[in-house]
């Protein structure tokens, strides 16, 4: 095991990354704010889309912090206190998750009249007799009440809070523990259950943030296209992290080019499973032709959506699947991180693809204001990330397995 002598955690490029969340949350909520005073029914839709985007990122954090702790794997050591940084964002993006709840009530302080953006929640929809009842719709009440919509949302965020605050402060008070096993166990054992409450939790927050703008639809996979879609993110931000902190003597010293490599297989393997996902539910719903199922996909091959998805099949998988195919090229950091960097861009297509099409029938009605929220959210939690990185010694040297990372590594 590693001394517990604890390396700084003040890194000039974490400064700089935190300086640019904060530009990009001011800017960005700054155009969502003339954005609601010009269109408040366009102000909702974006932050429907941005916080539905981000969230991916906080908890793709989580989840990989669990399964590192679960599996042990030593490609998880140099990565955790990033993830630990980007999912204790939790307790912020509960409160960030409090305008989406008031846009399922429609809430008169948000000025959206008779427009719903949920339209379940719209009692004209589910009142028998009503001019504009919709007898399936009504069928999946109460589930689908604003009442219900936010009970749920409160306990999503305390079971991922409260996850994320006991395994960071584990994983701190293990830097200085004279026996560091017991808490290792302590965190294999809460992730051992926290990984089946991310699970569900995180399915029913794709179903009710996203899936459910067309409550008509169905998916058995919906969730997890968005779990997946997260953890591909997080994969590569995570990349691009660490290749901006490789700098770092402490960072340089212990952590090898293999643990690059090992991340690199697993941003190959999750553009593979994510595209089976997405291709798989495509499949088996449109050669279904059930009429409740389909027109999802219909919309978005209309309206020049299907440039979208032809982008995707091009950059999305075919790029990232043949960039990484080889061993040298997840052993090129340079090469590595601008990869990782475009899998982020085409994330985002990826959700533009997905939410988008609920709001404009093409493409041509996407409007700066779409991109406020994402951008505006985004920065919001890229700074929080940055801001605790700096709290904690960057790597978790008092770990029993952390002297695996030198196994081997620098060959």
């Not at 960071?168 to 293990?174: D, E, G, H, L, N």
């Not at 290749?243 to 593979?272: C, M, N, W, Y």
Request: aromatic letters at 16%; a neutral charge; one cysteine or more.
């Amino acid at each position: 095991m590693a001394t517990s002598t604890l390396p700084q955690t003040r890194i000039p490029q974490l400064g700089l990354v935190q300086m640019v969340g904060i530009g990009a949350a001011v800017v960005g909520l700054a155009l969502l704010g003339l954005g609601f005073m010009s269109n408040p029914l366009l102000f909702a839709e974006s932050y429907i889309f941005g916080f539905y985007f981000t969230m991916a990122f906080p908890l793709g954090c989580l989840i990989f912090l669990m399964i590192q702790h679960l599996t042990g794997g030593v490609w998880g050591i140099s990565a955790r206190r990033m993830l630990e940084a980007g999912a204790l964002a939790m307790p912020v993006f509960f409160l960030l998750s409090l305008p989406v709840v008031m846009i399922a009530y429609n809430s008169s302080a948000l000025q959206l009249g008779d427009h719903y953006v949920y339209h379940w929640a719209d009692p004209s929809v589910v009142t028998p007799g009503a001019e504009h009842f919709d007898p399936l719709v009504a069928h999946k009440t109460p589930w689908l009440s604003p009442q219900w919509f936010a009970g749920r949302m409160l306990v999503y965020f305390v079971i991922w809070s409260l996850l994320a605050i006991m395994l960071r402060t584990w994983s701190v008070q293990q830097d200085r523990a004279s026996d560091a096993r017991v808490y290792s166990e302590r965190m294999r054992r809460l992730s051992a259950v926290g990984a089946a409450l991310f699970v569900l939790s995180t399915t029913f927050f794709a179903l009710d943030v996203g899936l459910s703008l067309d409550a008509h639809w169905y998916s058995t996979m919906y969730g997890a296209h968005y779990m997946v879609n997260g953890g591909l993110a997080t994969l590569a931000f995570v990349v691009l992290m660490m290749s901006q902190v490789r700098s770092h003597p402490v960072f340089e010293e212990h952590v090898p080019i293999k643990a690059f490599h090992d991340l690199g297989k697993l941003l190959f393997g999750f553009t593979v499973v994510w595209t089976y996902i997405s291709y798989g539910q495509f499949v088996i719903i449109w050669s279904g032709d059930v009429a409740e199922f389909t027109p999802w996909f219909v919309r978005r091959r209309e309206g020049g959506w299907d440039f979208f998805a032809l982008s995707l099949m091009a950059f999305a998988f075919a790029g990232p699947f043949f960039a990484l195919l080889g061993r040298k090229p997840k052993r090129n950091l340079s090469y590595l991180a601008f990869v990782a960097a475009w899998i982020l861009v085409f994330r985002l297509v990826d959700m533009i693809w997905v939410i988008l099409p609920e709001f404009h029938t093409t493409i041509a009605e996407i409007e700066l204001i779409n991109f406020a929220a994402p951008l505006g959210i985004f920065g919001i939690w890229l700074s929080i990330w940055a801001w605790n990185m700096q709290r904690a010694p960057i790597l978790p040297m008092n770990d029993p397995n952390f002297d695996s990372l030198h196994a081997g590594g620098h060959h």
